[in-house]
Structures are given as C-alpha cells and as structure tokens.
C-alpha cells in the first residue's frame, strides 16, 4: 500500500521540514529561545533532550497543535506557523502523530480502532469494504495481520504500540511523527518496533521524526540526530558522526550520566 504522494514537492533527499529562527514560551516559561532544524524528506531524524526540554511540543507546533510564539515552520515549501486552522487540517493529513502514550478505545475491537481515523476523515470517499481492506492491510504492516476482533484489552503492552502504529498507518501519511514509540516495552518489543519503524520507512518511502529516551532505539532507527536544550537544537549530525561526538552534554546524554554538576546532596536538597 505505497501511498501516491501526489501532493508533495519537495525532491527526495532535499529539506521537507524546517523550523527557523522558532520561539515558544508558555507564560513564563520559556521552552524556545531559537529553534532551527533541518528535516529531510525520506530521513530518520531523532530527536533527543532531556523531560521537559520541549520534544513533544516541537511536534505540536509542526502540526498546529501549539501554536509558536515567532519565527517559521516550513513545511514543503510553505510557512504552516501562518495557517489558519483550515488549512491546518491538511497538514494534519499528511504528517501523523503517533502520540506518546496513545491509547485504544477499550468499547472498540482492534478493526475499528485502526479503522476510526478512516471513518473520520474519508467517510465521504472510501467505503467501507475499501476501509475494511485497509484495515487489514495496515495491520499486516506493523505484523498482527487478522487480529481485527480481538480486543485492546487482550493484547500485550507491545501489541497495543503496533495497533497504534497500525492506526496511524491507514492514514498513509507522507510524515510520521513517532513520539516515545518505545517507553514502557521490554527489550525484544522495543527491538520489534525498531525493526518496524526502520521497515515502514522501507516500504513506505516515509519521513519520520522519532522522539526517543532510548538510546539503542535513536541509534537503531535514525540517519540523523539531533539533541535539544537549552531553547535550541544545541547539535545535529548524521548518526555515526554524533555516535563518536565528544560534546561533553551530548556524550553524558548519549552514556546516561548525570553532569558533573550535579552531586547527590544537592539533588536531595531541591526535591
Ligand atoms: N499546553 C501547555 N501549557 C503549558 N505548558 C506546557 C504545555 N505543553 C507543554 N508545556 C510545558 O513545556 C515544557 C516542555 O514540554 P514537552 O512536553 O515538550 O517536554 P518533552 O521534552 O516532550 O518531555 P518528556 O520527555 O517528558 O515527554 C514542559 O515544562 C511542559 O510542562
Ligand atoms: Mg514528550
């Protein structure tokens, strides 16, 4: 089921996403001084930065979600931080959002919750054996082909995730946005769905945007990373490049140490 594309315009290869010169504060609290990243089309970006450094609300201000405070979102070509809501529903069709911790609708069996955003969305132009058919074909894609009757009350943490996946899938997107797909999975579910973002890309030409905690998923699925903090993107380089990087924030990041600053006491202290 390899999506048509037509709309997009943006070559392969060449910038499909671009946020520049962003600001983003939420009252006081300042999450973006000067964001600026580079997304190519057909890429793996990942982002990594430390809870709370801003990661889901990047990918809310992309699809409108949040609204930025200054600078551009581009997205093929156009500046999205200057549409109107209606021109906004668009966008929403082409870039996905897996969002973290997505959840099923329990009153529904696994069908009609990968079915629900087709119903939504294209209830005026597919039928439902088209939907019924994509559907299937989805859940073939993130592989628990013909589990359409069970309920998401009978499957396993790691199936719930692919379901998820499934479900966003049938939109054929043209950009997925992959938020925390592996926080809370044991190490062989967490490997399976590496296995699948790498294959979806794959299969589907898609571009994707993973925000990610784990270190072995971001190395595992990713052709470039980049690490925010501070307000802004401090470094982003292709994957073996910022493996080998010598940043003393990025590497305490990547090897899971707490900065030097930072001793017991006072950690003990302020909480
Ligand atoms: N709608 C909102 N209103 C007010 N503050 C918000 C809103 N959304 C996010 N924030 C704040 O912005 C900051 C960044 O949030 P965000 O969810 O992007 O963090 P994150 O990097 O995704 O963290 P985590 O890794 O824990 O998911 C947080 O301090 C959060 O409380
Ligand atoms: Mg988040």
Redo the contacts with the bound molecule.
């Keep these: 089921m390899k999506p048509e594309h037509a709309n997009i315009k943006t070559p392969k290869g060449e910038v499909l996403i671009s946020f520049r010169n962003v600001k983003k504060a ?2 006081p ?1 300042v ?1 973006y001084t000067d964001l600026n990243l580079d997304i190519r089309r057909g890429e793996t970006t990942t982002i990594l ?10 990918l ?1 201000m992309l699809i409108g979600l ?1 609204n930025a405070d200054a600078g551009q979102i581009i997205f093929d070509g156009d500046d999205v931080a200057k549409f109107d809501e209606h021109r906004m529903i668009d966008v929403r069709r082409r870039v996905a959002y897996l969002f ?1 911790g997505a959840a099923l609708f329990d009153s529904l069996d696994v069908g009609e919750n990968v079915a629900y955003g087709l119903r939504e969305q294209f209830w005026d132009s597919m039928t439902n054996d088209e939907i019924l058919s994509r559907v299937a074909q989805s859940l073939k894609l993130v592989g628990l082909p013909g589990i359409e009757a069970m309920r998401p009350s009978d499957l396993s943490g790691g199936m719930k995730k692919r379901v998820g996946l499934a479900r966003t899938l049938a939109l054929q997107p043209e950009v997925l946005l992959y ?2 797909p592996t926080t809370g999975l044991d190490p062989i579910n967490t490997a399976r769905i590496n296995h699948l973002i790498n294959g979806i890309k794959r299969a589907l030409g898609l571009t994707s945007i993973v ?1 990610t ?1 784990d270190m072995g998923t971001a190395f595992a699925v990713s052709d470039r990373l980049a690490m ?1 903090g501070r307000g802004r993107v401090l470094m982003t380089a292709p994957k073996d490049e910022f493996k080998e990087t010598q940043d003393k924030y990025v590497r305490d990041f990547i090897d899971g140490r707490a900065p030097e600053t930072e001793d017991v006491d006072s950690l003990l202290s302020t909480s």
Excluded: P, T
């Design positions: 939420f009252g609290k999450i930065g430390a809870s709370g450094s801003g990661k889901s609300v990047m809310k949040l973290q938020d925390e925000v905690h925010i």
